[in-house]
């Protein structure tokens, strides 16, 4: 039987990718650049700096200005950080359904805490959990097992009794190599590596109200 259900945050449980497109655009004009439509910039949401910055200025970590532009990037986040970003339609419902079926559910994020906790806590979500792992609270993020095991100590839960929700291929990574049942949402962001068909989840939905119904199963005796 299933003890307990972790989230990823950004295209997961949270749109954030308005307050994220924002904060792109804010730093292509700051550089004298056009600035680029939130639906060229949002399947880059889940991949953070990184992805962005690649979708907007065209550059990876290796390139000379990206450690610049990353801090920037950061430092204009959070003047921003929860303006626009709500949750999908259907999760606040269907973390009322977890909590009325008495499930332990919690957030695993390769988000930063510094921008992790004051989100959740604008969204409401921090009181209602006492499992919110960010990308700095343990020694590897994402596709990582590290922090979905790490989470899964928090609490008390096995993690083959464990279910990861997720909107980008390395959710599902991280995952399976945890030993937890995965499941990918359509309704997110999904990058640009490929088809959600292809990424080997155990299970894809596409409105939060499916995983209702998924949960009912997956916590059935027998």
């Known amino acids: 039987m299933l003890q307990a259900i972790l989230f990823d945050l950004d ?16 730093l292509l004009r700051e550089e004298g650049l056009d600035e680029q439509p ?16 690649r979708a907007g200025f065209g550059i990876e970590p290796e390139h000379p200005d990206y450690e610049r532009l990353s801090q920037r990037f950061l430092d204009l986040y959070e ?5 626009d970003t709500r949750l999908f339609d259907g999760v606040p419902e269907l973390l009322d359904r977890l909590e009325a079926m008495r499930l332990s559910w919690g957030v695993v994020t390769n988000k930063r805490r510094r921008f992790t906790e ?22 590897q993020t994402k596709p990582s097992p590290l922090p979905l095991l790490h989470a899964c100590a928090l609490l008390g839960c096995a993690p083959e009794r464990t279910l990861y929700v997720g909107d980008d291929q390395r959710d599902i990574i991280a995952g399976q190599a ?13 990058g640009d590596i ?7 989840a155990d299970r894809i939905i596409d409105h939060p109200s499916e995983l209702i119904a998924l949960l009912a199963t997956l916590t059935t005796p027998g």
């Open 79 to 83: 003047t921003r950080l929860c303006a």
């Open 118 to 139: 004051p989100l959740v806590a604008r969204l409401g979500l921090s009181p209602r959990s006492p499992c919110i792992v960010s990308g700095d609270t343990t020694a």
């Open 38 to 53: 939130l639906s060229h910039l949002r399947p880059f949401t889940s991949q953070g700096v990184r992805g962005l910055l």
């Open 194 to 200: 490929g088809p959600i068909s292809a990424w080997g």
């Open 178 to 190: 945890a030993g937890c049942l995965t499941v990918a949402v359509s309704w997110g962001y999904l």
């Open 11 to 26: 295209g997961t449980l949270a749109d954030t990718a308005p307050d994220l497109g924002w904060t792109t655009n804010a």
